[in-house]
């Protein structure tokens, strides 16, 4: 079971750019979610997707962006970029979107905005 | 707005020995689950236990166990016979009940020394 993978490792942007993360959930787990973790500080909540649907967003701008394929890989989107966007980006996911279950992280995708 | 609070920024250990990471919640739900995560170098965040907060007993994984005290709302770590690789970020996370959006506190870094 390769569990929840995360492309690319590391990233370095130009302020005002555009990127695309992606994740693929862990087997058996239809439901995608997306955190930004800054250095120093625990992750936040961006949003979640469920039947290719966001399901609920945290408190995050309409810069970022998201996508679910129907084979349940997520893609987040970031538009415009700031130099406060450069942070880990984290999936996890979970079988169903309840939290009875499990989540399941990938190892993170390191932004740097410059 | 359910909020998650690690007073504790650093904890040493010695191997061997016992640690307790503190954590406080606050929220107005009465039925939701508290995480506690582990997120070594490798950055990839993994569950350490969990708490589902209408049950009364506390949650015990072999070495690792928690204090909850719901009225309190408090919800802390208990280590026992640390070991050098227990050494990692530690974060304490709320989720509501019918949900798994997470709010993570901002860490606790243990060190175990030998």
């Known amino acids: 079971d390769a569990g929840v993978t995360q492309s690319p490792t590391h990233l370095i942007k130009t302020r005002g750019q555009q990127v695309t993360l992606r994740c693929s959930p862990k087997s058996g787990h239809d439901t995608v979610s997306w955190y930004q973790q800054a250095l120093g500080q625990g992750p936040q909540f961006i949003f979640q997707?469920?039947?290719?649907?966001?399901?609920q967003r945290g408190n995050f701008p309409d810069r970022f962006s998201g996508h679910q394929f129907p084979n349940y890989s997520s893609e987040l989107n970031v538009n415009a970029l700031l130099l406060g966007d450069s942070a880990l980006y984290l999936c996890?996911?979970?079988?169903?979107?309840?939290?009875?279950?499990?989540?399941?992280f990938g190892q993170g995708t390191r932004l740097t905005v410059v | 707005a359910q909020t998650v609070t690690q007073s504790q920024p650093e904890m040493s250990v010695q191997e061997a020995e016992t640690v307790t990471l503190s954590c406080t919640y606050d929220?107005?739900?009465?039925?939701?689950?508290l995480f506690w995560y582990k997120q070594p170098p490798s950055r990839q965040m993994i569950l350490v236990i969990r708490q589902e907060a209408y049950k009364q007993q506390n949650a015990t994984e072999n070495r690792f166990s928690v204090n909850f005290q719901k009225a309190a709302k408090s919800f802390s770590l208990k280590i026992s016979d640390s070991q050098l690789g227990d050494a990692a970020m530690y974060f304490c996370a709320y989720s509501p009940y019918n949900n798994n959006d997470m709010r993570f506190g901002a860490g606790t870094r243990l060190t175990v020394k030998p």
């Open positions: 996890a996911s979970t079988a169903q979107p309840l939290s009875n279950t499990e989540a399941f």
């Open positions: 929220t107005s739900e009465s039925d939701y689950y």
């Open positions: 997707y469920y039947e290719e649907e966001e399901r």
